[in-house]
């Protein structure tokens, strides 16, 4: 690598964690290998999580967020992909707290648990009642909450996944072709994300995140039957909205509606809140984080930082042994 070169350094991959959880235990980074011959097939099927973990510096915690969430729907995923349930949620919960402190991660980070076909079985065979085998790995990741950073957005030409298709609420690898189209199509042509519509020609989501707008003091998205992943950070940033007087309706939205929000942003647990400056090059608002993207940001930040008692029960400490519930 040359020194002194922040490109070549922010391209330096991370260096690995000690630890991943596979297979039903804790194991070093470098013994957890499969043939080289697995790697394809056996990704069909693969289904994921991504989850967050905020670091509270005055409690010296590792508070997870909205875990037992994140698991239900990992059960869910394997559910479509009709793999049998290696491991309740109980045992991935206590994995994860293992594996956070096994890694010794004492700042925001990142957990993905991946579930795929076990016993060598390939994906494209049918083949009810497989057992998934899990890996879950974890990293660093800074948040990026209130770095008021807008993102300059396109409608993609690409149309999302529909239920008869590939189910868009499954948080599934192969599903993540469908993203990568659009959000490959968004760089290509100088924008930072892309918005995708559904085959009924309504508002989806982003390509990895789902969709606010603010139009005359009321939010709205679109519903879940809207081809959406049903993203627990839309489910939190709805409920919290709520609480802050701001009207929420859930109902279908034109593209052209994006054209004339207030406000606008992209939500989800790796992009976390994120301000849309701009759709097709029509400026969204005056330009500017509005006001209840900001105050939503505001709010969502203490509740992640641990600072709203209301909304503990959001999140799953790593290190305290007593008071986790049933998770
Ligand atoms: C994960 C994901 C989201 C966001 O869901 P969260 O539960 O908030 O992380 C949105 N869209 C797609 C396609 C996703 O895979």
Known sequence: MTTGDPKAFAQTPPEHPPYLWWAGRQ???ESATVHVTQVGWTAISAVFEGIRAYW???RQELNVFRLEEHLKRFAQSIRFMRMAQTYSPQQLTQAIRELFRANGLREDAYCQP????????????????????VFITTRAAPSNLGSARLLHCCVSSWVR?????????????????????????????GYDAGIILNDQGKVAEGAYACIVIVRDGVAATPPRSAGILES???ASVLELLGEMGVPVEVRDIDRTELYVADE????GTLIEIAPIGSVDRYQVGDGAMGPVTRALEERFTRVVRGQDPGRSHWLTPV???VGVGPR
């Open 232 to 234: 627990i950070t839309l």
């Open 319 to 321: 290190h305290e042994s």
């Open 27 to 29: 194991v070093p980074w």
């Open 161 to 189: 996944i529909s239920d008869n298709v590939m189910p868009p609420r499954a948080k599934a690898i192969t599903n993540y072709q469908n993203s990568r189209y659009v959000s490959n199509e968004a760089r290509i042509n």
């Open 114 to 133: 991946l579930a795929y076909m076990g016993r060598s079985v390939p994906g494209y065979l049918a083949a009810d009642d497989v057992p998934s085998e």
């Open 264 to 267: 606008a942003f992209l939500c």
């Open 56 to 58: 509270n510096e005055e």
